[in-house]
Each structure stands twice: as structure tokens, then as C-alpha cells.
């Protein structure tokens, strides 16, 4: 048998489907070539979502938002937890009840929910008041100049409002 009458390989089988298994080809980007291996394109395209504005921001809000957690969850243990316990005689957060063996402690409890308003309410008028107000601002702002154009009824075309002739067809127009 000659290697005229074998049969033709399967599409599926050799080593130019394998070869086009491992480069696929990628949308034409300034940044990618097309023969470079996927595996590097995603590690390239990764590096660019990390490096975005947005994304930086965002880690840098969680961080901050997290060191300003324990600022005020701080802040409720240690000041409004024994300015409470003041007129409990004893203190506050250790405040718990047993049932059955399993202790429910009620007063660490009001220390997190305390916490949670804390950290609500400086949000709401320290983030969310002053970015609304800027919103609403930038919104006034945005608002159209007054028109310094009309259209003349002849021809459609755009004359200024003190015109009292098209410039265009030469049609007589009242001043608005």
C-alpha cells in the first residue's frame, strides 16, 4: 500500500490541530500579536484590568474602609460600651444570658449593632450627602445655554434669533 491510497488524516488528528489548539488567534489589539500562546494573553489582558483606574480605587477603598471599621468598632468598645455600662454597674459588653448549657451574649451583640450604625450614619453624611450634593450640582450645571438660533419656516435652515431675513433663501423672517 502506497501512501497515495492511505487515507487523509482526520482534521482531528496531526500536528497542525494541535498547533492551533495551543495559539489560538485573538482579537487584533495593539498591545496582543496573534501568534502569541493564550496563556499569555490572558496573564496581558489581567494585567491591564488590575491596572485600570477603577479597580486600583476599589482596593484602596477597602482598605480604608476596613482600617476605618476598626477606628469605630474601637470607638463603641471602648467609649460608648462603658459610658453604658456606667449606669448598668458593670460592663456592658460582658452582658450575656445562658439557656441549656449555651451562652447568649447579648451585650457584644449591641456592640456590633452599635457599630453598624456608627459606621452607616458617617457613611451617609460624610460620603453619600456630599457626593449628591456635587451630583446635583454638576447636573445644574449641564443644563442647556439659551438658544442663540432658530429655525427660518422657509427653509429650515439655522438663523440667528435677531434676523429679520434668511441669509439662505433670502425669505423675510420676524424677530423672535
Same mark, same amino acid.
Given at each position: ?41 490572558? +496573564? #496581558? *489582558?489581567?494585567?491591564? $484590568?488590575? /491596572?485600570?483606574?477603577? !479597580?486600583?480605587?476599589?482596593? @484602596?477603598?477597602?482598605? =480604608? ?44 451583640? +449591641? #456592640? *456590633?449593632?452599635?457599630? $453598624?450604625? /456608627?459606621?452607616?450614619? !458617617?457613611?451617609?453624611?460624610? @460620603?453619600?450627602?456630599? =457626593? ?45
Amino acid at each position: 500500500m502506497d501512501s497515495h491510497s492511505a487515507p487523509a488524516p482526520s482534521p482531528c488528528h496531526g500536528r497542525r490541530h494541535h498547533e492551533k489548539m495551543r495559539y489560538r488567534s485573538a482579537p487584533e489589539e495593539e498591545t496582543m500579536h496573534v501568534n502569541e500562546p493564550w496563556l499569555v494573553k490572558k +496573564i #496581558n *489582558e489581567f494585567k491591564k $484590568f488590575l /491596572l485600570r483606574g477603577n !479597580v486600583v480605587d476599589l482596593a @484602596v477603598a477597602v482598605v =480604608i474602609g476596613a482600617a476605618f471599621g476598626a477606628v469605630i468598632k474601637a470607638t463603641v468598645e471602648d467609649l460608648f460600651t462603658p459610658l453604658i455600662g456606667i449606669f448598668f454597674h458593670k460592663d456592658f459588653s460582658e452582658f450575656a444570658f445562658t439557656v441549656r448549657g449555651s451562652t447568649f451574649k447579648y451585650g457584644a451583640w +449591641i #456592640n *456590633e449593632v452599635i457599630t $453598624f450604625i /456608627l459606621i452607616a450614619v !458617617v457613611i451617609c453624611f460624610l @460620603v453619600i450627602t456630599p =457626593i449628591n450634593t456635587l451630583v446635583s450640582r454638576g447636573r445644574q450645571a449641564a443644563k442647556p445655554a439659551d438658544p442663540t438660533t432658530r429655525k427660518c419656516p422657509e427653509c429650515l435652515s439655522e438663523i440667528p434669533l435677531a434676523a429679520k431675513r434668511c441669509a439662505f433663501c433670502a425669505s423675510e423672517v420676524k424677530a423672535a
